[in-house]
């Protein structure tokens, strides 16, 4: 086995991520109850033991909810930078100091032979992350909750085998939608959310022969449906002269109340 990984939920009702080198698992983000992520963990046949560490990408709910809970259960390292310690603290209960580890923005961390390193993403929350994972010559990259994709996003996705890239709205699903207009104006700002379109501009840039699957993540319930935003992503790609399926680069979905398989990124 090589580098693998399943998301395990994905969306504004909440968000996990399980990593697997065959020797070492990591979890990013518990936006679900504990009961729930174990639930998700089990269907991928992972015992919450088995975990190494929990990273954190950012303090909003759909990302923290269950992990003080599951943090405390079994005992886990949590790995997050100092100012989302700072805005985490009063939401996830007591975590024992030497279980609070902080790993600055641009660092990294190894477990054996998987290394996990952090990057700086644009969003409203006190300073998130999104991440990247290697084992060998093998690469998955996370990103997720960001408002634009910066060249120095770009950058550090580069070369990915997977990225799990967040296409969470329509901008006319979303103009025409119920929310009031001060949360719609959030969710198109720079520190906001990807949409559809900002996704396959981005996409474009990180297309190469190592790249193989781009999962949609993230995706808004009201304000985006998954064959619209395959259909966006594609589209705005090749406009820019970039066949997807010439390049072999597979667009798969993401489930807010589902895991998807494992997905090993050794196999084509």
């Known amino acids: 086995m090589g580098l693998r990984f399943s998301v395990l939920a994905s969306g504004s009702t909440g968000n996990s991520l399980v990593v697997d080198n065959g020797e070492r698992k990591v979890l990013v983000d518990a936006g679900l109850s504990m009961k729930k992520i174990e639930q998700l963990l089990k269907e991928r046949d992972v015992d919450g033991s088995e975990l190494e560490a929990l990273f954190v990408t950012h303090e909003h709910s759909d990302h923290i909810k269950g992990l003080g809970a599951l943090a405390r259960k079994y005992d886990l390292p949590v790995y997050a930078n100092e100012k989302t310690w700072e805005a985490l603290d009063k939401h996830i209960g007591k975590i024992a100091e030497e279980k609070r580890v902080v790993l600055g923005t641009g660092e990294a961390v190894e477990f054996g032979t998987l290394r996990v390193e952090s ?100 995706l808004s319930q009201d304000h985006n449906l998954m064959d619209l935003a395959r259909l966006t992503v594609n589209n705005v790609v090749e406009d820019r002269g970039v066949v997807l ?3 072999r680069v597979e667009l798969r979905d993401t489930y807010f109340d589902r895991a998807t398989e494992w997905d090993d990124l050794d196999q084509e």
């Open 119 to 218: 990057y700086g993403i644009s969003h409203d929350a006190a300073e998130p992350v999104g991440y990247c994972f290697y084992d060998g010559d093998h690469k998955l990259g996370l990103a997720t909750d960001l408002g634009y994709m910066s060249s120095k996003v770009k950058e550090q996705l580069q070369d990915c085998d997977a990225i799990i890239l967040e296409t969470n709205h329509d901008v006319e699903m979303l103009r025409m939608g119920h929310y009031p207009w001060s949360i719609k104006r959030r969710i198109l700002s720079d520190l906001g959310h990807l949409s559809n379109e900002a996704a396959g501009e981005a996409l474009t840039d990180l297309v190469s022969d190592k790249l193989k699957r781009v999962y949609m993540a993230h």
């Open 245 to 247: 399926k010439d390049c």
